[in-house]
Every structure is written in structure tokens, then in C-alpha cells.
């Protein structure tokens, strides 16, 4: 087991999908995108965001709303293929989209048709050429026409979100769906050709316990993902209001929180995972992600963890998130808005941050700190965290020499809070974040 020392995880902090992070964003100026976009060269990486569901969970963050009338999905739809048209026209010759992916929301709950002509207008407007392909699935919302439809397009990689099999969890969550519908669903991707198989679970839910969560990652490893993304709950009812529906006294206290991770952590590195930071694990042997760990490969970006190398990452859709080595920004998040701007051809980010030269020293110092455990600091930004960096030292979490800040195999779960220090944004925020473990 970790060991687990609660004096230095008491202060939430961020996932760090990027730096600064989407909590430190502000108004920015509406032509940086253009700009940023036209001026990318070398890969680029399409995310493609689809804001619906045909079911709404208690817990999920997301932003995303019920899907509701045809109508208003096909209205999204038409002004995300305008949207298309609008960034392949900004983009130079010498740019190359590598990867595809597609998130939300839930994508299947478009109907497959309609995701196939949207896949066609990408690869018309970009010109790809056999782009690596994800996608995030609900189990629930899965057919044989879904299927068919992912197979046609040709997606390599897909992800499915399980979170637990406990049906009281279940219920809590709002999130109900049997094993069958899980296994069936498995069954459909293998044969649409799907290569890499993730399941998201979670952990540190309402009357979860550790049986529970072992239970979840014996018929998850049975069942042949090849990748799972183990998730402790972010209970922050008062950032996402849908989560006033789960019973607050019946999660988990940080302590089991905590041993439930390092359950999670013990079982898959012991049962053929390869860890990828501290909370994703990919099959040794095989999966792309486990062989970009094991090289010290593995990037951080809006998707997580990732063998992506791609230097600029552009964002489709409501809410998506667009990041440049010197921008970060973000498509207006009310549909409505979005589609009405998209429609009449203008690009939709509001929000976001110029990336300063020391953002830009910080965030890859925090990126290799989560992907590979290490990370080289300046002298001024190693002055800067001593003092709060020692206690982790101290406990034997940490060391430090010549520059370098390495984490020690027991200072995993503290990778974030470790991280954290290194944010210029944190000190004295107000913002409210998931417990780091």
C-alpha cells in the first residue's frame, strides 16, 4: 500500500490536462485562433466534440445536455460542418492532421449515419489520409448499427464509459447499465475492428467499497481492455449542479479514498498493466500507450494521457479546446451560441490564455512530472518551490539534486499536489478542485 501521509493532500488541486488550466482561463482577443491556426505547421490533432447524451449521469462534469429533439441535433451538426469549413480553410499546406477524435457528450448518440457523413466532411475538408481514430462511447447508447457505422469509418481506438458494475453504485450515479449491455458492447467494437479498448472506472463513489472496486477491475481485465483510466470521483456539486442528486454521506472519506486508489494501482500493475502516470494503465505488450510509457514517450494534453506527439491540437464543436504552444483556447460552451456563430462562419473561442514564455517552462516541467515522474527546474523556479517541495522530501516522496525533481515510486499519488507547487495560478486561488487522490 502507499503510504499515505494526509497533511499533504489537503488542499484540492487540479487534473493538469493542460497549463494553466481551464479554471485560469479569461476573455481573449477573437483573432488569436485564426491566427494560431493558419500559423500551425508540422501534425495537427482534430478533437471533435459532441455536447449530447441520450441519458444525463448524476456525477458527470462534462459539458453536455440530453439529446432530445432530431432537430436540434442536426442544427449542431450543420453549423460543426460549417465550423469544419472553416478551420481546413486557415490551415497551410504544410499542416497534417494525424489523429481524429471524437468526445463529449457521447458521440453515439448521434445516429450512425450522421457521424459517417461528418467523418466523410472531415476527411473532404482536411484531406486525411488513414488518421488514427478514437472515439468515447456510452455502453448504453450502443447498437449494431453503431457498429456497423465505426467499422465503416475505420476507428482503431475507442473507450467506454464503465465507471463500475456495482449496481447500487450504479444507482447512485444515475448511471445504470448490466453487465451484458457492458459485454455486448465489447463484442461490437472487436468486431468493428477496434485494436485498443479503454474502460473508464472510478473510484471513491457513494457507497463503493474496495470489493467493489476489485470486482470492477477483475471483469474489466476478463473482459480484455486494453487500457484503463482508473478516476477517483470529484464530488463539486457546487461547480456541477447535476451532482446535488448524489448522496454526499455515503462517499467515501479520503482515507479509503486513498487506499482505493492504491488498490487499483496494485491490482493492474500485478495483473499485466503498464501504470501510466498514477491513474491510467495500458496492457504491456502491445498497447501503443504501455510502449510510449515504457520510452518516456507519454504526452498530457485534454485527452489525458497520451502517445499524441502532435504539437498543436484544434478543437471542434461547443466547448472544445483548441492548445498551440503559445495559446490555449476555448469554443464558446452554450450550444446555442456556438451554433449560431459557427452558422455564420466565425470561429467561437471566447475564452482561453496566452501561454507566456514562463507558462510554457512551467507546464512542461509539470507535464513531465505526471508522465514521466521526473522533471529538470530552473534554479528560479526551484528556489521558488523549496520550501513548500521539503516536507515531500521529508517523507521520503520526493528528492531533489542538481536541478532535478524526482518522484519516489511510493510519491505516485502525489504527483499532482507535487505539480501543483509549480503553478503560479494556485497561490492564494479561490477556485475549488477534485481531491488529488
Known sequence: MWPYHPDLLTVPVPRYTSYPTAADFGAIDAALLPSAISGATGDISLYVHI??????????????????????????????????????????PGARVRRVSFGGGSPNALDPIAFIRLFDRLIVAFGLTDPIMSIELDPRSMTADW???????????????????????????????????????????????????????MYGLPGQSRDDLTDALHRTRVLGADRIALFGYAHVPHVVPRQRAIDATALP?????FAMASLGHTYLASHGYVPVGFDHFARAGGDPLARAALEGRVRRNFQGFTDDDAPNLVGLGASA?????????????????????????????????????????????????????RARLTDDLMGEIAPRLQPFIDQGLVTSSKGWVVLAPDGLPYARTVAALLDRFRAGSPRQFSAAV
Not at 462534462?62 to 429533439?69: Q, S, Y
Not at 472519506?253 to 479514498?257: G, K, N, Y
Not at 451554433?339 to 471566447?350: I, N, P, Q, S
Request: some cysteine; overall charge neutral.
Open 51 to 92: 455536447p449530447f447524451c441520450e441519458q444525463i449521469c448524476h456525477y458527470c462534469g462534462c459539458n453536455t445536455g440530453a439529446a432530445g429533439r432530431r432537430q436540434r441535433l442536426d442544427s449542431y451538426l450543420a453549423a460543426l460542418a460549417r465550423e469544419i469549413g472553416t478551420v481546413s480553410a486557415l490551415l497551410q
Open 147 to 201: 457498429m456497423k457505422a465505426l467499422r465503416t469509418v475505420g476507428v482503431q481506438r475507442a473507450s467506454l464509459g464503465v465507471q463500475t458494475f456495482a449496481s447500487h453504485c450504479q444507482q447512485a450515479i444515475g448511471r445504470v447499465q448490466d453487465e451484458d449491455t457492458i459485454v455486448r458492447s465489447v463484442d461490437w467494437l472487436r468486431e468493428a475492428g477496434v485494436s485498443s479498448l479503454n474502460f473508464d472506472l
Open 321 to 373: 479546446i483548441s492548445q498551440f504552444p503559445h495559446l490555449i483556447a476555448q469554443n464558446e460552451k452554450n450550444s446555442g451560441r456556438y451554433r449560431m456563430l459557427a452558422g455564420d462562419g466565425l470561429l467561437t473561442a471566447d475564452r482561453g490564455i496566452v501561454r507566456t514564455a514562463d507558462d510554457q517552462q512551467r507546464g512542461a516541467a509539470i507535464e513531465a512530472l505526471l508522465c514521466q515522474g
Open 253 to 257: 472519506d479520503q482515507a479509503e479514498r
